[in-house]
């Protein structure tokens, strides 16, 4: 298994309004028997709770988990929002931290790119109880653009066109994060100890273009659906998960 890629940063969390929070929870929504309100849910790397706030109601315990401490304000704050007080918040380093907990379900966006290690990723199914459900996401390297930007010499914009495109030890060289090709991303959960159930592109939401008639135009017809059959139109990998019973 692979391991590190130099300089990995740490990634910044979707905003409560972002259209990709919701193409994310609507098709977690999509899968089947993954919610229940007999069922715990834990999101790895829940950031600032944008994501869990929209769950919360449909489980019977939820728990947010994420390296920054410094998000648990803006967790709670989303919760209590959300009108659900029995979430809990924790502060956890998986790449150095055992887990202790097992859950029903989890949901883990845009996370795994950032661990110092993909060794890590076998500390996700650890956090399943046997027969639980997970869904992940990662950067889709045929996306036109580098979602979490480059060390780029020389250029002060980081998120050059086509960069992501780049043969995976150049990637590496610069990038912020990992970023994955659908097989890639399938073969590392796999060999981690996850089944994978069903893996999908995820539409491109197109929030970074300011309001206007070209994103009105661009988000009611290629940008439309939540999924997309086209690796050039998405941003990220939606995959669904099982930890074998």
Not at 35 to 59: K, P, R, W, Y
Not at 130 to 147: D, Q, R, Y
Request: with cysteine.
């Amino acid at each position: 298994m692979s391991d590190s890629a130099p300089r990995i940063a740490a990634g910044k969390p979707a905003a409560p309004a972002d259209r990709i929070v919701s193409r994310r929870v609507n098709l977690v929504h999509k899968i089947p028997g993954f919610c229940g309100s007999s069922l715990s849910l834990v999101d790895v790397g829940c950031g600032n709770g944008a994501t869990l706030a929209h769950l919360a109601e449909a489980f019977r315990s939820c728990t947010g988990m994420d390296l920054e401490g410094s998000y648990r304000a803006a967790f709670e704050s989303a919760m209590a929002r959300a009108g659900y007080t029995r979430g809990t918040f924790r502060i956890i380093d998986l790449d150095k931290e055992e887990p202790s907990e097992q859950f029903d379900r989890m949901v883990c966006f845009e996370v795994i790119e950032h661990f110092q290690s993909e060794r890590t990723v076998r500390k996700l199914v650890q956090m399943l109880k046997p027969g639980g459900l997970a869904a992940i996401s990662v950067p889709n390297k045929w996306w036109v653009f580098e979602t979490h930007g480059a060390h780029l010499p020389f250029l002060p914009w980081n998120r050059v066109p086509f960069f992501s495109w780049l043969p995976r030890p150049l990637h590496d060289r610069w990038a912020r994060a990992r970023i994955y090709t659908r097989r890639r991303v399938v073969q590392l959960l796999e060999r981690s100890g996850f089944r994978v159930l069903r893996a999908s592109y995820i539409t491109a939401p197109m929030d970074v273009l300011p309001e206007g008639r070209l994103k009105r135009m661009l988000t009611r017809t290629l940008f439309r659906t939540d999924t997309t059959r086209i690796p050039f139109l998405a941003t990220s990998i939606f995959l669904e998960c099982e930890r074998p019973s």
